[in-house]
């Protein structure tokens, strides 16, 4: 299976090559080293990734993966001063943010293309010690050829959705010899063990638990002046990574509820913010007096909606923020998005009734009383305008969401070890 794998898939990528390049151009981010992912590298980075020589090569796809994977880094250097890191990405945001937030001495590259001749060349250069991959990142040529180069391959805060699963499972001949090439596998839940080992029995696989629960927001995090675009009595509603058509029925919701409590102003951070041309011809339509966080001018007069279709802002817009709807959750859609974030940060939060994606962090919050889930859509406005009038609920709702979150903390500390435990190991 691999050898076909190795076979065709330059042949499929090239049929989806059109669709990365369009993607490229439409989405904001770190670009000027793309051409990384084809193994083409400036003489001066393969200078700078050489002297990384032994180093462990960490590896996060997008935005949300890389600052989950940024805090593992972050504290593992505290802890082992003497290891030499890497750090790759796949999305241009997510480039622009490692680049942006990593600790100095840690080098910043596109990971790339899962071809045999694009991994050997990083590879190469890298002769990394260990390859620590987020979530589920399985790209075959990347994992099997890091092993055969002598690394250790480690997969972490790893865990296989009800979708991906299925379709694991289906190809079972093909995804079991991957894994098991993996020397440890931690995953965030004991399902995501069970679901891992009925696909590759032999797999190491330990419950470490989820990272997202340690990523404390910095102490000196400071959020959004919003005074600019709605003036000095303001309730903010935001909503958080939102997919299409959510904003449609947020923005029904908003014009419904604001009738009631006129204060309450609405800003929406799309979850791809390539997304801005799209949104900004709803709001236009609406008559809502909106802005665009990427206009080149701030606004003339005060209005009652922000379009923040910018990248890397999202957390400062949830310290700002008085009541957050969770995207993905509504409209359709039920997969969900990082709800820890607005937790950590005792925020106010709505969501629609399921998270398939996120089932542990939303059963956390549910089960502390921290977080409003509403049945259907059709409760969203009732449940904006309820807690608009109840700064008692919303304190409450924080403040339980917070606690959830300080209870289930402690997967970081543990994956360090796993990996410390069998890179101390390493012949």
Known sequence: MIVLYRIFFPLVFLFFLPGLIVKLIRRPGRKRNYPERFGIFSPERRAALRNMEGAVWIHAVSVGETNVALSLLKKWIAEHPDRKFVFSTTTTTAQEIAWSKVPAGVEVFFCPVDMGMFVRTALRMIRPSALVIFETEIWPNLVLLAKKSGAKVFLVNARLSDRSIRGYRRFRAFFAPVLSAFDRIGVQTELDRERFLSVAPEARVVVTGNIKFDQCPPPDLEGIDLAPFFGKNFLALLACSTHAPEEKLILETFLKARRHRPEL???????????????????????????????????????????????????????????????????????????????????????????????????????????????????????????????????????????????????????????????????
Do not use: W
């Open 265 to 427: 102003k609405l800003v929406i951070v799309p979850r791809h913010a390539e997304r801005g041309n799209e949104l900004e011809e709803m709001l236009k339509a609406s008559g809502l007096r909106y802005h665009r966080r990427t206009a080149k001018t701030p606004p003339s007069s005060l209005v009652d909606c922000l379009l923040a279709d910018t990248t890397g802002e999202l957390l400062k817009f949830i310290k700002s923020s008085e009541i957050v709807l969770m995207g993905k959750t509504f409209a359709g859609n039920c997969e969900g998005q990082n709800i820890i974030e607005p937790a950590s940060l005792g925020k106010t939060i709505i969501t629609g009734p399921e998270m398939k994606n996120f089932r542990q962090a939303f059963d956390a919050l549910s089960r502390n009383g921290g977080v409003l889930r509403i049945a259907s859509d059709a409760q969203l406005a009732s449940a904006v305008e309820a807690l608009a009038d109840d700064p008692e609920a919303r304190h409450r709702l924080g403040k339980k969401a917070k606690e959830a979150v300080s209870r289930h903390a402690g997967a970081l500390e543990k994956t360090i070890k796993l990996l410390e435990e069998n890179l101390s190991c390493q012949a």
